[in-house]
C-alpha cells in the first residue's frame, strides 16, 4: 500500500467488483469528462499492486492513469481523483508526500535500473481459451488456428474475447512475476492487417517466469508464440534494449539467440555479438522461416534440440553461420 494507492481506493465509488485476477470494477466517473456519456456498465477498472502502485483503465471512454513508486504524480492521476470527488487540499497533500518520497525511491532505482511493469488489464470481456461456452465461428477460427500451430492449452493462459476488433485474434497474456502486464492479440485471419495488436511497456521480456532454476540456458526469439513452442523468451521484436539485456542477464543463463530468417534478424545477431550471448541458427530448410515453421515440421523436442545443440559462442563462427540463415 502507499498513499496513492490508499487515496484512491478511499474515492473510489462503493458499489464495486472484484475479479479473480484482483481488478476492481465499478462506474467509471471519467467518461463524461471526455465527452462520453456516462458509465453504467461498470466498465471502469482499478487494480492496486502489492508495491503500492495502482492502475486505472477506463473501457467506456479510454482514460488511463496510474503510478508506481518512484513515478510523478501525474496530471491524469490528479483529473482521476478530482473526478471521484477528492478534495484539492488532499490531492496537494498526497502529491506533496509522492514528491518527497521520490527523491528517495529515485536513488534506489538508479542503482538498480531494471524496469517495473504495471498490471495491465486485457481486451475487453477476454475470457480463458478453456472457459468458452459460445462456439460460434469466430471462436471457432481461433481453436482451428491453435490445432493447426500445435497451440495447447496447458502451454499458457491462451485468452478469447467475443468484442469486436479483437474476436479473430488469439490473445496471449504478457506475465511478469505472476502479474498480466501486457498481451498480443495474434490475427487468426491469414493476411489481416495488423497481424498483431498489442500492448507491451517499455524494457518488457517475454516468458522471464518460465526460466527456472533447473534451465541451464535460455532461448530468445522474437515473437511471443515462438517463444511458448520452446518455453524461451520473447523480446517482441528484432531489437533488443538495454532493459531487456539487463533482464535476461540477470538469470544468469546461457542466452541463446534464434533469429528470423530476414533483414532485421542479421542486425539482431550482431546486437547477440554485442552482448556476448550465443546465437542459434540450426540447419533447417530454406523454406522454414521461423521456430514456428520448424515445430510444424519437426514438433518441439527435436526444434528445441537442434537449437541447443547448434548454439555457437564465437563471433566468427556466429557470421559465418549468418550468410547461409539470411540468403
Ligand atoms: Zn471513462
Redo the contacts with the bound molecule.
Sequence with gaps: MSVVSDTVLTYLPAKRKQTPSGWLSFN?Q??HH?G?SA?TRG??GLIANPDGGISYH?F????KASWQPGRNFSHKLRKLLQWMGAPDDIINKVALEVMRENEGVQAKERIAELPTFNAVPLPDDAIKITDITDFNKYSMAVLEYMAARNLNVDDTDYYWSPSLGYRDRLIIPFYYEGRIVGWTGRSVVPDKKPKYLTESQPGFVYGLDEQGYNKVFAIVCEGQLDAIHIEGCAIGGSEISDQQAMLLNRLQKQIIVVPDRDKAGSKLVERAIELGWSVSMPDWPQELMDIGDAVQRYGRLYTLHSIAMQAEESPLKIRLRAKKWFT
Excluded: M, T, V
Excluded at 467506456?60 to 482514460?63: D, I, M, Q, V
Design positions: 467509471a471519467c467518461c471526455n462520453h458509465d466498465r471502469g477506463c467506456n471512454c479510454g482514460f
